[in-house]
């Protein structure tokens, strides 16, 4: 039985005795842009300055111990991918970033040397000019309550002593070597932690009904298939602290007497497969994992399934299925996993983040764990801020703020069309991916949490939060959500298969032209139609981006129809046709030809076109000798 | 205390109804399905069968479990509007050539979009022309009418164990597809035909010969005669909405003499040559301690099961011919002499409740010399067809009895149509053998029921029996006798439902009721019939004095026995995955049977491929991947040029492809 007293202590004894500890993001965002060149040079200028760097740090031993000038780790995700790659420099609480492999030597010398802060690498607020120099003062962060994420982009993912030092593993082993199934369950209940992965149902409910469904053997199964386009929360977490995941799962097998457990990732996240896998090895060969759980006798197996990447296999039956060999398509509930689940058997089924959350929850006790976020939805949630937002990344908050804190204060405020912050550009947010809803300017003020948003026609869904400015076209954005839907649809029940497409083709009607006010009328009913009868979850919510779009952009999808105009000017079919007043010497030769009089000027004067009235028919285009006309 | 649900606000006992949707049937509401089907896994993709329960909203009744005091609504203004709006959908990606198709009378789309009162449909036809799949003797896949409701596929697998079709790909692209897109019968497809007796559409149908039998009809030189199976009798009469009666086979006789065929006859009558030949066959394994238990062989989509699946299992498989082989070898024997035809211009026709008899007697070794024994196979739905066309009002025919000898059955031949009746006529024949009371009614009730799985014993446990019907009961009751866990003396197949009264040729029936009712009528007729046992019919014991001689005799070998052999699952033996240009290529095949799979073969192939790209050798090689080599045990299982590779490993392989690579750059 690992003694986690003495790890956590050693690792403390031996972290004492570095000076610095540099942590790079090894994130995936910012690994694209280049930090482990970062890492590198960093490492190879600390070794030129003379200096003792060790990037594994040995604290088993403590006749091993030694002391070193700088402690280098790779993290997982830290959060601000806008300005990756990102630097942290301990115990200064510095944070650069944009670092490129020439600014190491200058880190080196000053910043870890020395203490001075390099003001060019730090944050630099992009209206006012004001530098923040580290995630205590950056206003990304400091909005933020990063809790399931804490220790994501600080802990080294591949070193578990960090993790108990962190306080991991103390929950897990616990809940079994002090609580009992029943306790654990009402434990959390108590906390009242809703499922993150889009449902919000009651976690230690769900746990309960496993718990009380007989079975010879059950599961637990962690769903790791995020796939909603531009969401990267639960791949962070695998990547950045996979022992959280572990822990989660260990607490849920307790919960339910569960002795084998999957995690579910898509192969299209490689590094969270080989990391999850990397600390599934660790913790069994620790004993935290194996036939004998923290010396209790008990056994619990995990098992990575690497899934291929199909949308629908984030639905919990259809994940199931795709575990067993079969095609991962949803079956109908009831029976519900917790009654009959993998092969058969009782499986208790949740997502990355929640299981993140799991030991936090144990960690700090129900009552405390209930203090954030609103009555019915407590805790904090994690996003992925994308979009026309200054500040992208990955962010947590509490449920029940809103959605001005979110884009203005954290996000750092809207990009318009040119790229600049104006607030006014503001026009929508998707929230929940592709089967999430569209939130216009009178939500701004609307305190997010799972019942809010299912009462005007969003839902929380995974995660995923696109900003939008006022230079999208609502229709087109619809559009693209709905090609996703359409594509990913397994294809099993008829309206998702069926109403999905002719979705589809509709919307690419409108953005044509070539629809009437009877294909918006169709196009509002088959959305309903699907959303109420589709098997899955995927159906269900795949015509929320529609059905959000209408309702609050209605006007937009007329000027559509009616006027065959796009007011954003983002449906090339339908963009007007103008005359360049440069250009135009006011001959009056298209007026003339224009066969339904959309043009006026006068003789000699620039000629303007009325997009309303005309019908495209490009005649003043081929009249035009000036070639004014476009 | 009787449990109540109220369905319309009118009260149901609930009766242990595991689902609403039954409940309903109960309470004389047909609740609108594709995909709900009683003897297969619930699947819930078709969403037609939703309906309002008090409290929990909209859910498909299909998945639904009763509880007392449950209130539901089945037809509110909303379930019938989304029902509309989904058969639209159907309809928008649906052929609707509807007067073209042959289920156009029994079409559960049609019928729905005519309950619906459907009159326009709103969608824009989405559908893109997808090639049908013709390949197979006895079954037209049609993807153009595909609903995609899944019965096929589910029938295929958890009735059938066989899996030969499934869902591939996704989205408006998902279709029903057998491994790697192939024709049916380049595949394990054993024809039985559920597939197509399942399907709510014409999806997947028979595949008609009717033309082919007017021909010869139509052929002055031709002498058509035909044979009628046992299971026919009782069931074309539905096509006329006739109640079963034994009078519709005399009606049928009458019909085939205004068709034109010259002689009418009894597959029956070959069935009591079966039931002496296949008796005396166990009787002599059973005396000189032969290969037991054994299988019997009239069941043609078993027989080609077992070829794919157990060829362990072949030699216990009975040598004698199904009857429609053994009435067609016969008829080819003495009939040109009799009717005074030359055997070419004898055409024998076979109706049969079945579609895998299509393809039994196309078997090359069923053929001689360029005449086969059964020229053409026909189901009971084609001549009912072949009667409509020509116009008979069947239900007014005054029934004619059929042309002797080979028209001549007992009721032991009568019974094979029923699961359980070749092991009851078999009984009949050894019955005094083995000591076997049988009662004044000649019913063997042991073997008779509606279990797809039962056994006998009988004669003090001198003689086990086992009848099983649905090829998975099949695959079990193999797997019991391989692993020893089960010992028979006589082991029954039936490919389908019921048997042959249940074969996939016979017309749709919507209910298991239905079709029970051709089974107690098809033992009625054996009841009124004068003779219950085959070796009482005096025209077999004729025939065997006049040409066989006697039961398993030489003669009799010659041309009432055959032979089985191992068949592949995949009828190709590679899939191209990467051909080079040069002249002189050298080829390389790694298996990925499930078997070399396992062993690693998969990584072998990647590997081999990769190893080919970054060399930039692609040119000198043709790189395939085979189907199971059939060398299991010894596998991986790889060529390279000529060398023949077991227990492949890779470094092995990378060195012979470096040699033969170096050889061509020189």
Same mark, same amino acid.
């Given at each position: 039985?690992?003694?986690?007293?003495?790890?956590?202590?050693?690792?403390?004894?031996?972290?004492?005795?570095?000076?610095?500890?540099?942590?790079?993001?090894? !994130?995936? =965002? %910012?690994?694209?842009?280049?930090?482990?060149?970062?890492?590198?040079?960093?490492?190879?200028?600390?070794?030129?300055?003379?200096?003792?760097?060790?990037?594994?740090?040995?604290?088993?031993?403590?006749?091993?111990?030694?002391?070193?000038?700088?402690?280098?780790?790779?993290?997982?995700?830290?959060?601000?991918?806008?300005?990756?790659?990102?630097?942290?420099?301990?115990?200064?609480?510095?944070?650069?970033?944009?670092?490129?492999?020439?600014?190491?030597?200058?880190?080196?010398?000053?910043?870890?040397?020395?203490?001075?802060?390099?003001?060019?690498?730090?944050?630099?607020?992009?209206?006012?000019?004001?530098?923040?120099?580290?995630?205590?003062?950056?206003?990304?962060?400091?909005?933020?309550?990063?809790?399931?994420?804490?220790?994501?982009?600080?802990?080294?993912?591949?070193?578990?002593?960090?993790?108990?030092?962190?306080?991991?593993?103390?929950?897990?082993?616990? $809940?079994?070597?002090?609580?009992?199934?029943?306790?654990?369950?009402?434990?959390?209940?108590?906390?009242?932690?809703?499922?993150?992965?889009?449902? !919000?149902?009651?976690?230690?409910?769900?746990?309960?009904?496993?718990?009380?469904?007989?079975?010879?053997?059950?599961?637990?199964?962690?769903?790791?298939?995020?796939?909603?386009?531009?969401?990267?929360?639960?791949?962070?977490?695998?990547?950045?602290?996979?022992?959280?995941?572990?822990?989660?799962?260990?607490?849920?097998?307790?919960?339910?007497?569960?002795?084998?457990?999957?995690?579910?990732?898509?192969?299209?996240?490689?590094?969270?497969?080989?990391?999850?896998?990397?600390?599934?090895?660790?913790?069994?060969?620790?004993?935290?994992?194996?036939?004998?759980?923290?010396?209790?006798?008990?056994?619990?197996?995990?098992?990575?399934?690497?899934?291929?990447? $199909?949308?629908?296999?984030?639905?919990?039956?259809?994940?199931?299925?795709?575990?067993?060999?079969?095609?991962?398509?949803?079956?109908?509930?009831?029976?519900?996993?917790?009654?009959? =689940?993998?092969?058969?058997?009782?499986?208790?089924?949740?997502?990355?983040?929640?299981? $993140?959350?799991?030991?936090?929850?144990?960690?700090?006790?129900?009552?405390?764990?209930?203090?954030?976020?609103?009555?019915?939805?407590?805790?904090?949630?994690?996003?992925?801020?994308?979009?026309?937002?200054?500040?992208?990344?990955?962010?947590?908050?509490?449920?029940?703020?809103?959605?001005?804190?979110?884009?203005?204060?954290?996000? !750092?405020?809207?990009?318009?069309?040119?790229?600049?912050?104006?607030?006014?550009?503001?026009?929508?947010?998707?929230?929940?991916?592709?089967?999430?809803?569209?939130?216009?300017?009178?939500?701004?003020?609307?305190?997010?949490?799972?019942?809010?948003?299912?009462?005007?026609?969003?839902?929380?869904?995974?995660?995923?939060?696109?900003?939008?400015?006022?230079?999208?076209?609502?229709?087109?954005?619809?559009?693209?959500?709905?090609?996703?839907?359409?594509?990913?649809? %397994?294809?099993?029940?008829?309206?998702?298969?069926?109403?999905?497409?002719?979705?589809?083709?509709?919307?690419?009607?409108?953005?044509?032209?070539?629809?009437?006010?009877?294909?918006?009328?169709?196009?509002?009913?088959?959305?309903?139609?699907?959303?109420?009868?589709?098997?899955?979850?995927?159906?269900?919510?795949?015509?929320?981006?529609?059905?959000?779009?209408?309702?609050?952009?209605?006007?937009?999808?007329?000027?559509?129809?009616?006027?065959?105009? %796009?007011?954003?000017?983002? %449906?090339? $079919?339908?963009?007007?046709?103008?005359?360049?007043?440069?250009?135009?010497? =006011?001959?009056?030769?298209?007026?003339?030809?224009?066969?339904?009089?959309?043009?006026?000027?006068?003789?000699?004067?620039?000629?303007?076109?009325?997009?309303?009235?005309?019908?495209?028919?490009?005649?003043?285009?081929?009249?035009?000798?000036?070639?004014?006309?476009? | 205390?009787?449990?109540?649900?109220?369905?319309?606000?009118?009260?149901?006992?609930?009766?242990?109804?595991?689902?609403?949707?039954?409940?309903?049937?109960?309470?004389?509401?047909?609740?609108?399905?594709?995909?709900?089907?009683?003897?297969?896994?619930?699947?819930?993709?078709?969403?037609?069968?939703?309906?309002?329960?008090?409290?929990?909203?909209?859910?498909?009744?299909?998945?639904?479990?009763?509880?007392?005091?449950?209130?539901?609504?089945?037809?509110?203004?909303?379930?019938?509007?989304?029902?509309?709006?989904?058969?639209?959908?159907?309809?928008?990606?649906?052929?609707?050539?509807?007067?073209?198709?042959?289920?156009?009378?029994?079409?559960?789309?049609?019928?729905?979009?005519?309950?619906?009162?459907?009159?326009?449909?709103?969608?824009?036809?989405?559908?893109?022309?997808?090639?049908?799949?013709?390949?197979?003797?006895?079954?037209?896949?049609?993807?153009?009418?595909?609903?995609?409701?899944?019965?096929?596929?589910?029938?295929?697998?958890?009735?059938? *164990?066989?899996?030969?079709?499934?869902?591939?790909?996704?989205?408006?692209?998902?279709?029903?597809?057998?491994?790697? /897109?192939?024709?049916?019968?380049?595949?394990?497809?054993?024809?039985?035909?559920?597939?197509?007796?399942?399907?709510?559409?014409?999806?997947?149908?028979?595949?008609?010969?009717?033309?082919?039998?007017?021909?010869?009809?139509?052929?002055?030189?031709?002498?058509?005669?035909?044979?009628?199976?046992?299971?026919?009798?009782?069931?074309?009469?539905?096509?006329?909405?006739?109640?079963?009666?034994?009078?519709?086979?005399?009606?049928?006789?009458?019909?085939?003499?205004?068709?034109?065929?010259?002689?009418?006859?009894?597959?029956?009558?070959?069935?009591?040559?079966?039931?002496?030949?296949?008796?005396?066959?166990?009787?002599?394994?059973?005396?000189?301690?032969?290969?037991?238990?054994?299988?019997?062989?009239?069941?043609?989509?078993?027989?080609?099961?077992?070829?794919?699946?157990?060829?362990?299992?072949?030699?216990? &498989?009975?040598?004698?011919?199904?009857?429609?082989?053994?009435?067609?070898?016969?008829?080819?024997?003495?009939?040109?002499?009799?009717?005074?035809?030359?055997?070419?211009?004898? +055409?024998?026709?076979?109706?049969?409740?079945?579609?895998?008899?299509?393809?039994?007697?196309?078997?090359?070794?069923?053929?001689?010399?360029?005449?086969?024994?059964?020229?053409?196979?026909?189901?009971?739905?084609?001549? /009912?067809?072949?009667?409509?066309?020509?116009?008979?009002?069947?239900?007014?025919?005054?029934?004619?009895?059929?042309?002797?000898?080979?028209?001549?059955?007992?009721?032991?031949?009568?019974?094979?149509?029923?699961? /359980?009746?070749?092991?009851?006529?078999?009984?009949?024949?050894? #019955?005094?053998?083995?000591?076997?009371?049988?009662?004044?009614?000649?019913?063997?009730?042991?073997?008779? *029921?509606?279990?797809?799985?039962?056994?006998?014993?009988? #004669?003090?446990?001198?003689?086990?029996?086992?009848?099983?019907?649905?090829?998975?009961?099949?695959?079990?009751?193999?797997?019991?006798?391989?692993?020893?866990?089960?010992?028979?003396?006589?082991?029954?197949?039936?490919?389908?439902?019921?048997?042959?009264?249940?074969?996939?040729?016979?017309?749709? &029936?919507?209910?298991?009721?239905?079709?029970?009712?051709?089974?107690?009528?098809?033992?009625?007729?054996?009841?009124?019939?004068?003779?219950?046992? #085959?070796?009482?019919?005096?025209?077999?014991?004729?025939?065997?004095?006049?040409?066989?001689?006697?039961?398993?005799?030489?003669?009799?070998?010659?041309?009432?026995?055959?032979?089985?052999?191992?068949?592949?699952?995949?009828?190709?033996?590679?899939?191209?995955?990467?051909?080079?240009?040069?002249?002189?290529?050298?080829?390389?095949?790694?298996? +990925? *049977?499930?078997?070399?799979?396992?062993?690693?073969?998969?990584?072998?192939?990647?590997?081999?491929?990769?190893?080919?790209?970054?060399?930039?050798?692609?040119?000198?090689?043709?790189?395939?991947?085979?189907?199971?080599?059939?060398?299991?045990?010894? /596998?991986?299982?790889?060529?390279?040029?000529?060398?023949?590779?077991?227990?492949?490993?890779?470094?092995?392989?990378?060195?012979?492809?470096?040699?033969?690579?170096?050889?061509?750059?020189?």
């Amino acid at each position: 039985m690992p003694n986690l007293e003495q790890i956590r202590d050693r690792y403390n004894e031996a972290r004492a005795l570095c000076k610095k500890r540099v942590v790079i993001c090894a !994130g995936t =965002g %910012c690994i694209a842009n280049g930090s482990l060149k970062v890492f590198d040079a960093i490492k190879n200028a600390v070794a030129l300055a003379g200096m003792e760097v060790t990037v594994s740090l040995k604290s088993e031993d403590p006749k091993e111990h030694k002391h070193h000038d700088v402690y280098m780790i790779g993290s997982g995700c830290q959060g601000f991918c806008q300005v990756g790659p990102l630097v942290m420099i301990e115990p200064n609480g510095i944070m650069y970033g944009h670092v490129k492999p020439e600014d190491a030597e200058e880190i080196v010398s000053r910043s870890v040397a020395k203490d001075e802060l390099i003001d060019r690498l730090i944050y630099q607020d992009p209206v006012s000019g004001q530098g923040y120099k580290g995630p205590e003062e950056i206003p990304f962060y400091t909005k933020q309550s990063r809790t399931g994420l804490k220790d994501c982009g600080n802990v080294d993912p591949k070193n578990v002593n960090e993790y108990i030092a962190h306080g991991g593993y103390f929950a897990a082993r616990d $809940a079994f070597t002090q609580m009992s199934s029943e306790e654990v369950c009402k434990l959390y209940q108590d906390s009242g932690l809703r499922g993150r992965g889009g449902g !919000g149902f009651s976690t230690g409910l769900k746990w309960d009904f496993a718990r009380k469904a007989e079975g010879d053997k059950k599961y637990v199964v962690c769903n790791g298939d995020e796939g909603d386009p531009g969401a990267f929360m639960d791949r962070s977490i695998l990547e950045g602290n996979p022992h959280s995941v572990i822990e989660g799962m260990l607490i849920a097998a307790r919960a339910v007497g569960a002795d084998e457990g999957y995690v579910y990732v898509r192969m299209e996240y490689p590094l969270a497969c080989s990391r999850i896998r990397e600390a599934i090895k660790v913790a069994t060969e620790m004993g935290i994992l194996g036939d004998d759980v923290f010396g209790t006798g008990q056994s619990f197996h995990i098992q990575v399934m690497e899934g291929a990447g $199909a949308f629908v296999c984030g639905e919990e039956t259809a994940l199931l299925s795709s575990i067993e060999g079969r095609r991962g398509m949803p079956n109908p509930k009831p029976p519900f996993p917790a009654q009959k =689940g993998l092969f058969g058997k009782p499986t208790v089924i949740n997502n990355v983040e929640t299981l $993140a959350l799991v030991p936090i929850v144990m960690q700090q006790g129900p009552e405390t764990y209930r203090k954030v976020g609103t009555a019915k939805s407590p805790g904090t949630k994690t996003f992925a801020l994308t979009g026309h937002v200054a500040n992208t990344g990955l962010i947590e908050v509490p449920f029940g703020t809103t959605i001005r804190e979110i884009v203005f204060e954290i996000g !750092g405020g809207v990009l318009d069309k040119d790229g600049k912050i104006n607030n006014d550009a503001f026009k929508a947010v998707q929230i929940g991916g592709p089967s999430g809803g569209c939130l216009t300017r009178e939500h701004l003020d609307l305190p997010l949490d799972f019942d809010s948003l299912g009462s005007i026609g969003a839902m929380v869904g995974s995660g995923g939060m696109v900003v939008m400015n006022d230079s999208t076209c609502m229709v087109e954005t619809a559009r693209y959500f709905m090609t996703f839907t359409q594509h990913e649809s %397994c294809g099993k029940c008829v309206p998702c298969r069926e109403g999905t497409r002719q979705m589809l083709e509709m919307l690419e009607d409108v953005t044509k032209g070539e629809a009437t006010e009877a294909t918006l009328d169709l196009l509002e009913e088959t959305g309903r139609t699907v959303k109420l009868t589709s098997l899955c979850g995927l159906g269900k919510s795949a015509p929320n981006p529609v059905l959000s779009t209408l309702r609050y952009f209605r006007d937009e999808y007329e000027a559509h129809v009616k006027a065959r105009y %796009c007011p954003t000017k983002n %449906c090339k $079919a339908l963009t007007p046709i103008t005359i360049d007043p440069e250009i135009c010497v =006011g001959c009056t030769l298209c007026k003339r030809v224009c066969p339904v009089g959309a043009i006026s000027g006068e003789v000699k004067k620039p000629h303007k076109i009325d997009p309303m009235i005309c019908i495209k028919c490009g005649a003043c285009i081929s009249a035009c000798k000036f070639k004014a006309i476009s | 205390m009787e449990k109540l649900v109220y369905i319309n606000d009118r009260p149901v006992v609930w009766e242990g109804e595991t689902n609403v949707l039954d409940l309903a049937r109960k309470a004389h509401i047909d609740i609108p399905t594709f995909c709900y089907h009683s003897d297969l896994s619930l699947y819930g993709a078709c969403r037609l069968c939703m309906v309002e329960v008090e409290g929990r909203g909209l859910v498909t009744s299909c998945s639904t479990e009763p509880f007392e005091g449950m209130r539901v609504k089945t037809h509110t203004q909303q379930i019938l509007q989304l029902r509309k709006t989904i058969v639209e959908m159907l309809l928008a990606n649906h052929d609707q050539e509807c007067p073209k198709c042959s289920r156009a009378n029994d079409c559960k789309l049609r019928d729905l979009s005519n309950r619906l009162s459907i009159d326009e449909v709103r969608y824009r036809r989405t559908r893109d022309f997808k090639p049908m799949d013709l390949g197979s003797e006895c079954l037209v896949r049609d993807p153009n009418k595909c609903v995609l409701c899944g019965d096929c596929v589910r029938f295929c697998d958890e009735i059938q *164990g066989i899996g030969v079709i499934d869902f591939a790909r996704r989205g408006q692209d998902v279709n029903v597809a057998a491994a790697y /897109g192939k024709s049916l019968q380049q595949v394990d497809c054993v024809n039985c035909g559920q597939c197509a007796a399942v399907c709510p559409t014409g999806a997947i149908v028979v595949k008609p010969h009717i033309d082919k039998v007017w021909e010869a009809i139509y052929d002055p030189q031709k002498t058509v005669v035909a044979q009628i199976a046992p299971a026919v009798r009782v069931a074309l009469g539905e096509m006329f909405n006739l109640p079963p009666s034994e009078l519709n086979m005399g009606k049928l006789v009458a019909a085939l003499r205004v068709i034109g065929f010259d002689q009418v006859y009894d597959t029956a009558f070959a069935a009591d040559l079966t039931v002496v030949e296949e008796a005396t066959e166990f009787i002599n394994r059973k005396s000189n301690g032969g290969k037991l238990p054994i299988f019997t062989s009239c069941c043609p989509a078993w027989v080609k099961y077992a070829e794919h699946n157990y060829p362990s299992l072949l030699e216990n &498989v009975s040598s004698c011919q199904s009857p429609q082989q053994m009435f067609g070898s016969i008829a080819k024997e003495v009939l040109p002499e009799k009717l005074n035809v030359k055997k070419e211009d004898l +055409v024998v026709v076979s109706i049969m409740p079945c579609t895998a008899k299509k393809y039994e007697c196309k078997r090359p070794e069923f053929i001689h010399d360029g005449i086969a024994d059964v020229d053409w196979a026909i189901t009971t739905q084609e001549i /009912g067809r072949m009667i409509k066309e020509a116009g008979i009002d069947f239900a007014s025919l005054e029934p004619e009895s059929m042309d002797l000898p080979l028209g001549f059955a007992t009721g032991a031949g009568v019974i094979f149509g029923n699961s /359980g009746g070749v092991s009851e006529a078999v009984l009949r024949y050894a #019955a005094d053998k083995f000591n076997i009371p049988v009662p004044e009614s000649i019913v063997l009730q042991e073997v008779r *029921g509606v279990s797809g799985m039962r056994e006998a014993i009988l #004669a003090d446990g001198n003689l086990k029996m086992a009848v099983v019907h649905g090829l998975r009961n099949a695959q079990e009751l193999c797997d019991k006798i391989i692993s020893g866990e089960a010992e028979y003396d006589i082991v029954e197949v039936m490919a389908c439902p019921g048997g042959c009264t249940g074969g996939a040729g016979q017309p749709i &029936v919507h209910s298991r009721k239905q079709r029970h009712k051709r089974t107690e009528q098809l033992y009625h007729a054996d009841r009124v019939m004068t003779l219950h046992r #085959a070796q009482d019919n005096p025209f077999i014991q004729e025939l065997y004095k006049s040409l066989l001689e006697e039961p398993n005799s030489d003669k009799s070998h010659h041309l009432l026995h055959t032979a089985y052999k191992h068949r592949k699952r995949i009828d190709d033996d590679e899939l191209s995955l990467s051909t080079g240009e040069g002249k002189d290529r050298c080829k390389i095949r790694v298996c +990925v *049977g499930t078997s070399c799979y396992l062993r690693g073969s998969q990584d072998i192939l990647a590997k081999t491929l990769q190893m080919v790209e970054d060399n930039a050798w692609g040119n000198y090689f043709d790189i395939a991947a085979t189907f199971c080599s059939e060398k299991c045990d010894k /596998g991986p299982n790889v060529s390279v040029g000529e060398t023949v590779i077991h227990k492949a490993e890779l470094s092995q392989i990378k060195d012979l492809i470096t040699k033969e690579a170096q050889r061509r750059v020189k």
